[in-house]
């Protein structure tokens, strides 16, 4: 990352943009936030950092730790803290909001547009196509987390456990998150050298300045103080917000009811999502499919390679999880009505504790400055993550280059393995040629899916 040149006080505006111009830029952020969280990252930096200058570099990277911390996306949470920051909790929830309404409305039309074209020919080419482009993405994110994450032998061995145990044992990825927590806290105080702390996003002592640091240098930012009434007042407020409807539809529909499921399920996911989306795909992708039979391996991959062609975070995946949970169990209600409230539903889970933790946290952010045993933990969970993301690559590559998995005895355990008869040539080429495409020529996302969806229909078409 550039270095700025250095800012004096003078030379900034000493008041803060009003909410309604903070208000256009995250709008424009909002439908601009393609290419996953470090494109996302990108985007606010231009716009906040290097352009405006309403908050300094170091604040920025620190507020980025910060968010690397905490689970769920990011690059959302990232907005939502900066616009807590400037404007309080209306600027975090006008922040947060505009990051996610442009995709999870695009989202929301492609997910009804696949439940009632998905079997015309050529929109099956195209998902056809964007299955194997889809792998190869997930590939290019594993081996990208890998090089930051596997800095030594320690850090190689858990992400392989990691993998086993997802893999051979169907470990659930809560208990793995939390095991490669401990074995790093445990790490660093037997040896400190091994599991030291990891490199941040950037260098900490830069001198870049903007209008939150002076601001914050002047003692004007009076909500950024911690206050043990104001976080109880934030527990009583958000935590309600969050499982109130959870716990409403439990009384309404019964405990096994797919509102039931898809509450209780979604709230679990937004506690344990530590590394981004592609870790808690692994868990969410086999529970959707295998376990509640929301859908079909194919479709989750389908829904996967639409949430990369649409801004905002990546996890709005599970929106498309939960649209087709409520449209295959909809009771009483039209099955688009009830596919629509699966995935709002799945929304509100998803990212009301987004808001949480930063509002909560926020104020006292400062604390974990230092804290070299909670980042030994943090770079052990992202060790194992590693793993989650290769067998999440696994998973949809058996699944999409072989019509057929059977399982397979193996020590005493029986893991799904493919049927070798069942090879869809078509399927293998494209996978290859996607992953040439961005592992060797270092094609981007966005040319990747196009070039194997237009692929994927010439293919269907020529050898049905």
């Known amino acids: 990352m550039t270095s700025l040149p250095p800012v004096n006080d003078a030379e900034i505006r000493p008041a803060l943009p009003t909410l309604a111009q903070a ?5 424009r952020i909002g439908l601009l936030s393609f290419g996953g969280p470090a494109g996302q990252i990108a985007l606010m930096h231009k716009e906040l950092v290097e352009e405006r200058r309403w908050i300094g570099e170091a604040r920025f990277l620190h507020a980025l730790n910060y968010c690397m911390l905490l689970p769920g996306p990011e690059a959302q949470q990232l907005a939502v803290y900066i616009g807590w920051l400037m404007h309080r909790t209306i600027g975090g929830l006008i922040a947060g909001l505009l990051f996610i309404l442009p995709g999870a409305v695009v989202m929301l039309g492609l997910s009804i547009l696949y439940v009632l074209y998905r079997e015309v020919p050529l929109v099956d080419g195209l ?17 990208r987390i890998s090089r930051r994450a596997l800095k030594n032998r320690a850090m190689g061995a858990i992400a392989v456990a990691a993998f086993v145990a ?22 660093h105080r037997l040896s400190p050298a091994v599991f030291g702390a990891q490199a941040g996003h950037g260098a900490a002592g830069t001198e870049v300045t903007g209008i939150v640091d002076v601001l914050f240098a002047r003692g004007e930012l009076t909500h950024v103080r911690p206050s043990t009434g104001r976080a109880f007042r934030t ?5 309600p917000l969050w499982l109130a409807p ?36 692994a868990y969410v992708a086999q529970a959707a499919v295998e376990t509640y ?17 649409t801004p905002g975070p990546l996890i709005l995946v599970l929106q498309f999880v939960g649209f087709l949970a409520g449209f295959r169990a909809p009771g009483a209600l039209p099955p688009l009505l009830a596919g629509g409230l699966g995935a709002l539903l799945t929304l509100w889970v998803t990212f009301a504790p987004c808001f949480l933790w930063i509002f909560l946290g926020g104020p006292y952010v400062e604390a974990l400055r230092g804290n070299r045993a909670l980042s030994a933990a943090l770079g052990a969970i992202t060790a194992a993550v590693v793993g989650v993301i290769m067998n999440l690559a696994l998973w949809f590559g058996l699944h999409v280059m072989f019509r057929e998995l059977r399982p397979v005895a193996f020590l005493g355990l029986a893991p799904d393995w493919p049927v070798w008869a069942s090879l869809d040539w078509r ?38």
């Open 293 to 309: 039979g929301w859908l079909q391996a194919g479709e989750m991959i389908d829904g996967l390679g639409l949430a990369e062609t």
């Open 166 to 187: 997802i893999f051979l044992f169907k470990a659930p990825f809560p208990a793995i998150i939390l095991a490669a927590g401990l074995i790093g806290w445990a790490g």
């Open 23 to 27: 208000t256009r830029v995250w709008a």
């Open 127 to 143: 998902f056809f196509g964007i299955k194997a482009a889809v792998l190869a993405v997930v590939v290019e994110a594993g081996l």
């Open 427 to 464: 399927a293998a080429l494209l996978c290859a040629g996607a992953m040439v495409a961005m592992l060797r020529f270092k094609l981007g996302m966005i040319p990747t899916l196009a070039i194997c969806a237009a692929a994927g229909v010439v293919l269907t078409r020529l050898a049905p």
């Open 235 to 239: 527990l009583a407020l958000w935590l």
């Open 246 to 281: 959870v716990a409403l539809l439990w009384l309404w529909s019964g405990g096994d009811s797919v509102w039931t499921q898809i509450g209780r399920f979604f709230s679990t996911m937004a506690v344990v999502t530590f590394g981004g989306a592609y870790a808690v795909l």
